[in-house]
């Protein structure tokens, strides 16, 4: 009994050892914040795929911030309910020849704001089967298989109950859409307490950069979640850098819709876009010296526990990771300062919606060669782009 014990006794020191220096070693990024601005707290989008409404939310939470009004806490489901009813729609419209599925854009939030209103959060939770948190599985299943089987048009013409099923489901689970509420003793339709919170909806613009259109005009990014098929203003990539930068000094926040199915978006905090060599190891004399496979070696580099060289992005890049689709539109993100490292190089910090259960309590630190590299489009206020580029996108 005694040898157990001081063989458990060891292991668990040893235990401690390993993790004190693996903690150490996640640690030895050392950031100091340059800039930030306000922005409401992190929420947990959780088990569903609706990063699109959480950061669209985030975004205009926090432009109320910026607006000097005070901190309200809006309903991302409020978003998500009409959202799914009108994609539900246009898929049957279009004979199931269009995207049906939980991702969205900002745009979603932006055209739901405008035609529908917004309600408080505590209004419209969205957890009305049984859940804590978000969890979508059996609600997507569900309003997939739904207009499904309505394309499929059994009745040889489509019955006129079909869009009344849908949003019973919808009504189900998140909670059927409050037509009139009371906050803080005063009365309001969604439309009426939209109109209260003073956003001037028309002053948002989407921005991108791709050389597949010209620059200076706008078009609509080709990713399947933008179904709603809104245009975007294209610019330079060093334009659109001197947006975000110039946003960020001037007090405002930018939504960002990026990828991160990139391995140098890792689950602790951090995104960077690594310089990798492409060449194969396996099977050479320097992998077996090394006794390390491709998977192994991609994998060190990828967990980004310090500071490293980073690639060099150029718009000739970008547009390659576009084309080849390895930069896809995977998720929707808060940006709201910068940070710098131990070396100087330039972070963004990013209000993620995946809880505060993260190292740095569901804030990201991406790399400027990774917001470069990576950023399918951004959301920001007018008056955050820089009047020279508003010349040449004719806004002035």
Same mark, same amino acid.
């Given at each position: 009994m005694k040898k157990q014990l001081l063989f458990l006794s060891l292991l668990l020191m040893s235990g401690v050892l390993f993790a004190q220096k693996d903690t150490t070693a996640v640690d030895s990024f050392q950031f100091t914040i340059v800039k930030q601005n306000k922005i409401t707290p992190v929420k947990n989008q959780a088990s569903s795929g609706t990063c699109w409404s959480f950061s669209g939310i985030g975004f205009f939470e926090a432009e109320l911030l910026r607006m000097g009004k005070p901190e309200v806490d809006l309903s991302e489901m409020f978003v998500v309910h009409h959202s799914y009813s009108d994609k539900a729609d246009k898929y049957v419209r279009m004979y199931g020849n269009a995207n049906f599925g939980g991702g969205g854009a900002f745009y979603d939030v932006t055209y739901v704001l405008k035609n529908y209103g917004i309600v408080p959060d505590s209004i419209m939770t969205g957890l009305n089967y049984g859940e804590e948190k978000h969890k979508h599985g059996e609600l997507d299943a569900l309003t997939d298989a739904y207009v499904k089987v309505i394309v499929k048009n059994p009745n040889k013409r489509i019955s006129t109950a079909w869009k009344t099923g849908f949003d019973g489901i919808l009504d189900a689970y998140l909670g059927k859409l409050p037509t009139e509420f009371t906050v803080n003793g005063k009365k309001y339709t969604p439309m009426s307490y939209a109109k209260s919170l003073g956003l001037n909806l028309e002053d948002y613009i989407s921005i991108t950069s791709f050389a597949h259109h010209p620059f200076y005009t706008k078009f609509a990014i080709e990713v399947p979640d933008n179904w709603r098929n809104d245009e975007s203003y294209n610019l330079p990539l060093n334009? /659109? /850098?001197?947006? !975000?930068d $110039?946003? !960020? &000094?001037? *007090? #405002?926040c930018v939504a960002w819709a990026s990828d991160v199915s990139e391995k140098g978006f890792t689950r602790n905090g951090i995104a960077v876009n690594p310089e990798v060599k492409k060449e194969n190891l396996t099977g050479s004399d320097q992998a077996r010296w090394l006794n390390i496979s491709q998977k192994e070696m991609e994998d060190k580099i990828y967990k980004a526990n310090s500071p490293q060289q980073e690639k060099e992005v150029t718009q000739e890049s970008r547009q390659e990771g576009f084309d080849r689709q390895e930069t896809t &539109? &995977?998720?929707? /993100?808060? !940006?709201? *300062?910068?940070?710098? &490292?131990? $070396? *100087?190089?330039? +972070? #963004?910090?990013?209000? $993620?919606?995946?809880?505060?259960?993260? =190292? #740095? =309590? *569901?804030?990201? +630190?991406a790399s400027e060669s990774f917001v470069q590299y990576k950023t399918i489009d951004i959301l920001v206020h007018k008056d955050a782009i820089p009047k020279e580029i508003q010349k040449k996108m004719g806004l002035k």
């Open positions: 334009e /659109m /850098m001197q947006v !975000i $110039n946003a !960020i &000094d001037k *007090g #405002y &539109d &995977d998720h929707g /993100m808060l !940006i709201f *300062g910068t940070a710098k &490292d131990q $070396n *100087g190089t330039k +972070y #963004y910090l990013v209000k $993620n919606s995946w809880g505060t259960d993260t =190292k #740095y =309590k *569901g804030i990201w +630190y």
